[in-house]
């Protein structure tokens, strides 16, 4: 069960390793407790399951609730959310919780509930025993992950949206090796302490077999690692056999100190339309002291040369609302976009997530209230801050008017101005409507496919 219109990989990997064990499994999308009380009378599933992330979590939580109000099914939560906030099982719409990846839990646990045994033994969940939140250790990492199946593409393929939808998201990897502070995969490598190897790859043959299954419903890939290529070899081979099988445009998400001319060449010459980068502040001591990507800004400008010199179009992530940032440091992230000549910048507002080495920072010097941020976040990274810093408002509104302080520096000074002013509808569309032709050129979709994605999750946005 889902309540927004975008292709998660993890329910699709969850479902075909279910059905490969014999199970049966549906994907139902809605946010209105009254059909998905249909649904379940319609369907009579004996367990719901819902990927629950902090950004919206409140609105979840409601929903459950009401849902709860119509059956007696047990509901299982996983995700970001009951990973870093296990005590969110206290919940009493919620039966069970899933930490990590969930793959050998959730089949354990739905053994366990078939077979009527004792919970004590099932890795990696959450639930209740004489009104007591019981916590087990999670189980070790899958680390061949050939040996998994491929992702249930007809859990979403059964709605006309996702089957209109030419765009295919793909994973080659799981796991990051990098120390972000305001990332998740440092503190979920503690969680799997001892648990086995945290980065792993899939082979290049098994990534090829999976794109072959694609290729006759998809025009664009999008590889959503978290850094692909990280080990440089597998995707020297994996874009050689992508170029001569595969052959439609792609998109990666690159670390800036990973590009050389070599890989450069070698995703140019396999198809890559778009490398999405993060600059995230064009502060050297924000991003690299506060936010801790130990990246300079040569090493930035380098990567973004070497991509445009092979005809690479560059998205680039960025970040306005860093703990310590002035709306000058704002202004510099604006001038390096326009510097480097960015086909795509994307500008976010910083999330200061509970359980991320920055978000602590932040609760620790009082910027924000720990229970209150899990309240004000947002369901978009891209609406507003729940953080207190002296110009917040003004940097938020910045971030509305990126485009036309990146495409015209005679602007800055109105601009400067202009962000002054309280937040108001104006400044939002300005945002949305360049985003949303952003987005359509940065992942090759049409214009058709473009308007009915976003309206379909606009509501994110407003939460």
């Known amino acids: 069960m889902q309540t927004d219109w975008l292709e998660h990989l993890g329910p699709l990997y969850l479902s075909a390793y279910l059905k490969q064990k014999g199970f049966e499994t549906s994907l139902f999308i809605s946010r209105s407790p009254k059909k998905i009380a249909q649904e379940i009378q319609k369907t009579m599933p004996e367990i719901l399951a819902f990927s629950l992330s902090s950004a919206g979590h409140k609105r979840a939580l409601e929903l459950l609730s009401q849902v709860k109000k119509h059956t007696n099914i047990p509901v299982v939560i996983g995700g970001p959310h009951p990973t870093f906030f296990p005590e969110v099982l206290a919940h009493p719409a919620i039966d069970f919780i899933i930490r990590g990846e969930a793959e050998q839990s959730l089949l354990e646990l739905l053994n366990a509930l078939t077979d009527k045994s004792s919970l004590e033994k099932v890795p990696g969940i959450g639930y209740k025993k004489n009104r007591e939140l019981k916590y087990n250790p999670p189980p070790p990492l899958i680390e061949n992950l050939d040996q998994l199946p491929f992702p249930d593409r007809s859990l979403y393929l059964r709605y006309g949206f996702f ?33 086995g190897k945290y980065v792993r790859q899939r082979s290049p043959e098994n990534i090829i077999s999976e794109l072959k299954q694609l290729k006759p419903i998809s025009q664009t890939i999008n590889f959503v690692d978290d850094s692909f290529g990280l080990n440089p070899e597998i995707a020297m081979e994996l ?58 800004k040569e090493t930035i400008k380098a990567s973004v040369a070497y991509l445009k010199e092979n005809g690479i179009k560059v998205l680039t992530y960025n970040m306005l609302g860093i703990p310590g940032e002035t709306l000058e440091n704002g202004f510099e992230t604006i001038r390096l976009n326009r510097e480097l000549q960015i086909d795509f910048p994307r500008f976010s507002i910083f999330q200061p997530y509970p359980g991320t080495e920055l978000g602590e920072e932040v609760v620790k010097k009082g910027l924000a209230k720990r229970e209150e941020l899990l309240e004000k976040f947002s369901g978009s990274y891209f609406h507003k801050s729940p953080i207190n810093l002296p110009e917040i408002r003004h ?54 496919e473009t308007i009915e994605y976003g309206l379909k999750n606009f509501f994110l946005y407003l939460q």
């Open 163 to 195: 089957r209109r939808l030419k765009m295919r998201r793909v994973i080659t990897c799981r796991g990051c090796p990098f120390n972000c502070r305001y990332c998740f995969n440092a503190p979920l490598r503690e969680i799997y302490h001892n648990r």
């Open 239 to 296: 874009l050689a056999r992508y170029e001569k099988e595969i052959q439609l445009p792609f998109i990666i998400n690159l670390r800036p100190e990973q590009v050389n001319s070599r890989l450069a060449q070698a995703l140019a010459k396999a198809g890559c339309h778009c490398a999405q980068l993060g600059i995230e502040s064009g502060n050297d001591a924000l991003r690299e002291n506060i936010l801790g990507r130990k990246i300079s």
């Open 395 to 448: 940097l938020e509104n910045l971030q509305k008017l990126f485009l036309p302080a990146i495409k015209f520096p005679s602007l800055e000074p109105l601009i400067k101005h202009l962000v002054k002013l309280p937040r108001n509808p104006v400044f939002d569309l300005a945002f949305l409507s360049p985003l949303a032709l952003q987005y359509r050129r940065a992942t090759n979709l049409s214009i058709s």
